[in-house]
C-alpha cells in the first residue's frame, strides 16, 4: 500500500471545508428563519420560534465543530511507523475482517470521512471511535476486537504505516 498519508490529510481537509462551507450557510439560514416573521409566537403555546431558535444552535455547532477539526488536521505532524510499532495517531493501518481489506487512517477528528486513492478506499477512525480505540497499541499481526450491535466483530492487523 503505497498511499502518501500527507496527501490523504490534505484530502480530508478539504473535504471538511467543503462541508463547513455548507454547514456556514445553512447555520445562517437557520438563524435568520429563527428570528423570521413568520416564526413568531402566535400565542403562548406556540414554540415556532423556540424550535427554531434550537436549530440555529445545532448548526452553528456542527460548524465550529468543522472548523476545530480542519484546524487540529491542518497541523498535525504526520508520522512513519516501523515495524513492530503500535498503532497511533497517523497510522494507515490494513486490516482483514472475514476476507475482506479495510484501510483506515487514524486520526484526531473527522471520524468516518471516507477518501478514495485509486482503487482504495480510506476509512478515518478516531482514537475514541469503537474501531479506533481497540486499534490503539496494537502491531502488524495483532487482532482488534470490536463490540458492535451486531455481535463482536475480529479484525487482523495486517500492516501498519
Do not use: W
Request: aromatic share 2%.
Amino acid at each position: 500500500m503505497q498511499l502518501d498519508k500527507q496527501a490523504l490529510v490534505k484530502e480530508v481537509c478539504a473535504r471538511l471545508s467543503e462541508e463547513l462551507g455548507t454547514m456556514a450557510r445553512i447555520a445562517q439560514d437557520a438563524a435568520a428563519a429563527a428570528t423570521h416573521e413568520e416564526n413568531k409566537p402566535e400565542n403562548d403555546k406556540d414554540m415556532r420560534s423556540t424550535e427554531a431558535s434550537y436549530i440555529a444552535r445545532g448548526q452553528a455547532e456542527r460548524a465550529r465543530e468543522l472548523e476545530r477539526s480542519v484546524a487540529l488536521l491542518s497541523s498535525i505532524t504526520v508520522r512513519s511507523f516501523g515495524a513492530g510499532e503500535g498503532i497511533a495517531a497517523t497510522a494507515l493501518v490494513t486490516l482483514l475482517h472475514r476476507g475482506s481489506k479495510l484501510v483506515c487512517f487514524v486520526l484526531p477528528a473527522a471520524g468516518g470521512q471516507r477518501v478514495k486513492v485509486g482503487a482504495t478506499e480510506v476509512q478515518v477512525v478516531t482514537p475514541t471511535s469503537p474501531l479506533g480505540a481497540a486499534l490503539m497499541g496494537l502491531s502488524e499481526g495483532d487482532e482488534a476486537e470490536v463490540p458492535t450491535p451486531q455481535g463482536t466483530k475480529v479484525y487482523e492487523v495486517v500492516e501498519v504505516r
